[in-house]
């Protein structure tokens, strides 16, 4: 798809379709939209006045124009209460337009990028939130597809109208920093969606290293052998099970001109989780390809700073594994020793993501970095304790969580807090070994939080429990049911808005 800018007025505009934006409730259209009314001889308020268009949240109402303007269709889109209104929704209205259009079998669509007369949120904040909107609405998985492709609709062209000059230099920009953001989170979500037999370790490895010559990242694989000599015995413990060589994947971004500082990001990849010798139930094993979703969100991490040139010396750390149980797989009730010296017995072998990421936080240290960022579809029971669209938060740093906090207020990935109080490591502790990997079923999002902590050492922590949001099981507003690619806009955007402030 293109994102084309152009100047003019929509109302003069050839196109397949122009989108006119209407709130629930109001008197008055909104200043654009009543020039389209105008220019078509009332078409617009024809069909509000007929009842049966109101403006409620993300109604259409599809109206030919009749030569009356260029352009064949108007859409008209609800954008609910003004009161109620905020930059979320209007990602929702963008997506829910084009998604609209597109099934309609519409190729090409204009719009302007703002709405008049909103002063709440900025030119830039509006492009973004509209092109993010579009993109990410109108994804689809459709790799592994090989029958009736033809049947499948695609907008092939978007035309962002502004009527002057001033604003097509304002938004430039914001388009190439919206696409960048929006390929990055396509590339998160095809890696999560893809099966487990076409994303092993050594081909996420392989990905990895294609999207580094792509984007001018560095990518150093380790294998097994080199994660022996360095002591990854939980990884390899994890591992041990499956046929399939684990992969320690390292990405590397370097700013052009000075750094803010270092930070790492670290995402979980259990490639498929069968949860091992401690077997998941079979009902919705399948799902568990997507316990990949941290480190499919740390290489799109990756992508979009290199393409938006972010201040920040970036490092992803992706520990990439099956966990299966075979004759030469780890038990329960073994004891690992993992690169951090810590010994750690292992109570379920289905708890084995907390187990990869010690050995990957024990390797960030090297880096003395600025922060740590970890994303992990850690826990079943934050899927319990916050729902499927919420992020569960643990940390060591006010700081960088208020950071986080303010980076999901304005992407709209929601995001929230949990304790880390000392008295959760008491679940933890082991008769026999220094920790170990299952506190039993309280507060199970947190003790994998507190087994986590064991091995951050003294630099500032965030760990991000992408659990519930990692998967979507029915269509969100600009998020079709499946993958997400929840972590990138929201990593992104803290990285975005640290270099502002600092
Ligand atoms: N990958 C799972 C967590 C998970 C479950 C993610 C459901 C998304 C949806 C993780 O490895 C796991 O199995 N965790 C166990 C931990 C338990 C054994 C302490 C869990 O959540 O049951
Ligand atoms: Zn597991
Ligand atoms: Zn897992």
Known sequence: MKIILQRGRLESFTSEAVVAFHFEGDEKLLRDTEAMNKASGGLISGVIQSGDFQGELYQPSLIYTKGTI????????????????????????????????????????????????????????????????????????????????????????????????????????????????????????????????????????????????????????????????????????????????????????????????????????????????????????????????????????????????????????????????????????????????????????????????????AYSQRFKPKAIIDLATLTGACIIALGENVTGMMGNDDELKARVRRAADRTGEKVWELPLWEEYGEQIKSEVADIKNVGGRPAGTITGGAFLKKFVGEYPWVHLDIAGPVWADKDKPYIPKGATGVGVRLVVQLLREWKVSS
């Open 70 to 361: 260029p352009s064949t269709r108007i859409l008209l889109m609800g954008l609910g209460k003004r009161s109620d209104f905020h930059l979320d929704k209007w990602r929702g209205a963008a997506s829910k337009a084009a998604q609209f259009l597109r099934d309609k079998g519409v190729k090409e669509f204009s719009l302007y990028p703002y709405l008049s007369g909103e002063r709440k949120i900025s030119l830039e904040d509006f492009s973004q939130g509209l092109i993010e909107g579009i993109y990410l609405g109108l994804y689809r998985f459709t790799e592994f597809k090989t029958e009736e492709m033809e049947k499948i609709k695609k907008v092939e062209q978007v035309h962002l109208v502004t009527p002057d000059e001033r604003g097509i230099s304002r938004i430039q920009k914001t388009v190439d920093t919206a696409e960048a953001i929006s390929q990055a989170v396509y590339l998160a979500r095809d890696l999560v969606s893809r099966p487990a037999n076409r994303k092993t370790p050594s081909m996420l490895a392989q990905i990895a290293k294609e999207v580094a010559e792509n984007t001018g990242l560095r990518c150093e694989v380790l294998n097994v052998d080199e994660m022996k000599k360095l002591g990854m015995g939980a990884l390899l413990a994890v591992a041990s099970g499956s046929r399939e060589p684990p992969k320690f994947i390292i990405l590397e971004y370097k700013p052009p001109s000075n750094s803010l500082g270092r930070v790492v990001v670290i995402g979980k990849a259990i490639t498929f989780d069968s949860g091992g010798l401690s077997l998941k139930p079979s009902e919705n094993m399948d799902k568990m390809k997507h316990d990949m979703g941290g480190g499919a969100a740390a290489i799109g991490i990756l992508r979009a700073a290199s393409q938006l040139k972010l201040p920040f010396q970036l490092i992803a750390l992706i520990p990439a594994t099956e966990n299966l149980p075979s004759g030469s797989a780890y038990r329960p009730g073994d004891i690992l020793t993992s690169l951090s010296g810590k010994t750690i017995e292992v109570i379920s072998t289905d708890a084995e993501g907390r187990l990869i990421l010690a050995d990957a936080l």
